[in-house]
């Protein structure tokens, strides 16, 4: 049995009072939350502040990239020793946007969750296809070489999968449960052939691209589906926990 995680993903949208408040109404609306994990990942300036309103709940923090390096003159860059001291636990790592707007590969990916699980973050590595890939009939091709291209020399134990098309994110299009199924799915199978069935069976796969409310329930349905990372819904405290709530 894989317990469903739900994580918000903040971009870069809240300064820190509005961080503040936007914690300060998860916690009051998901006190009782014991059927999720749940992780919000508020842009790097509110860390510290949603961390000391969480402290406490159930609730984790996490964030939006890192460095793979633990310290040295790369300005503007975090490390994941900055991260963990400040009282993170997860970070995502390969989310399209870093990806398409600034370049991110699957080498730096995978530089990035081996410096992770070394200073003891849990990373959430994301992939997924453009509507390009998809039109072509690639999507499997696209996130199986992802997959690989970031994990492949790696234990993939403690890391979180989230498949996000592209073409779902910030679109208000999603993927059909039975589409968003189909690569979860095939993502469990190539998790098995590579690390076997007791890993692929442990491994939770999130989905993420306009997951709203009113999508959720339908999605959480399929069985390869263990939850979600929700972007612009995360961001308002009553969406947010009408998701988690659909996982009931
Ligand atoms: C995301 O940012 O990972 C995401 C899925 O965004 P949205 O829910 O807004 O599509």
Redesign the pocket.
Known sequence: MRKPLVAG?W?MFTVPSVSKELAAGLKSKLAGCGWADLVVCPPYTSLTTVISELTGTSIDVGAQNLHWESEGAFTGEISPQMLSDSGCKWV?IG???RRAIFGETDDGVFKKINAALKTGLKPIV?VGESLEQRDSGVTEEIVKGQLLGGIGQLNISGLTI?Y?PVW????GRTATPQQAQDVHRFLRNTIKEKWGQEKAESIKILY????KPENAGDLSKKDDIDGF??????LKADSFAAIIETLK
Request: proline share 0%; glycine share 22%; hydrophobic share 35%.
């Open positions: 993903n971009k995502i989310h399209s946007e994301c989230a996000e779902a994110i910030g679109t993420g691209g306009s997951v990372l929700v972007g612009g819904a995360s």
